[in-house]
């Protein structure tokens, strides 16, 4: 499924997004947050792509 390959990546390229402007002392509690929220996801995303490509060989 294409779309779930194209959100994963959007997900990675957020993630890379907030640890780029990650400050080096005092992150704010809504970056941990959404930091928090996005690394879930994907692991959710990566979890059914893989269980498709599992269920599909």
Known sequence: M???DEK???IKRKI???RNR???HSAKP?????LEE???ELEV???QKKEQ???TG
Request: aromatic share 8%; net charge negative.
């Open 2 to 4: 294409p779309g779930l």
């Open 8 to 10: 994963i990546n959007e």
């Open 16 to 18: 890379e997004d907030i």
């Open 22 to 24: 990650w400050p080096a």
């Open 30 to 34: 809504a970056m941990f947050r959404e």
């Open 38 to 40: 996005l690394e879930l």
């Open 45 to 47: 995303l990566e979890k």
């Open 53 to 55: 490509g599992s269920s």
